[in-house]
């Protein structure tokens, strides 16, 4: 998954990662590195927060075209786990998970 971090960065600037993302089966609550995120609507740029700090982030899944951000051309950390998945994605593969559609 793109993750990007939205709190205490103008739009699209704040850091990201190509990570390993688990959620639960309602896709309303995320973990990741160790943190506990759940799905709001409301926010103005971004679609999950930190339930312990409350900072905002935005989640979806990458592009092949890397282009993951819409107003900014930040290249996002692979996290190591996640860089054999990713890098056959970016080959035409699909993403774990997903093979079915």
Wanted: no cysteine; hydrophobic share 35%; charged share 30%.
């Amino acid at each position: 998954m793109f993750v990007q971090l939205k709190t205490g960065h103008d739009i699209d600037t704040g850091p990201a990662w190509i990570s390993v993302v688990s959620f639960n089966r309602s896709w309303k609550t995320a973990r990741w590195h160790g943190k506990t995120l759940h799905r709001w609507t409301g926010m103005f740029d971004a679609n999950f927060y930190d339930v312990e700090t409350d900072e905002e982030y935005w989640i979806s899944g990458p592009h092949r075209d890397r282009q993951d951000t819409r107003y900014s051309s930040i290249r996002p950390t692979i996290d190591d786990d996640a860089r054999s998945a990713y890098e056959a994605f970016l080959a035409g593969a699909p993403l774990p998970g997903r093979e079915r559609g």
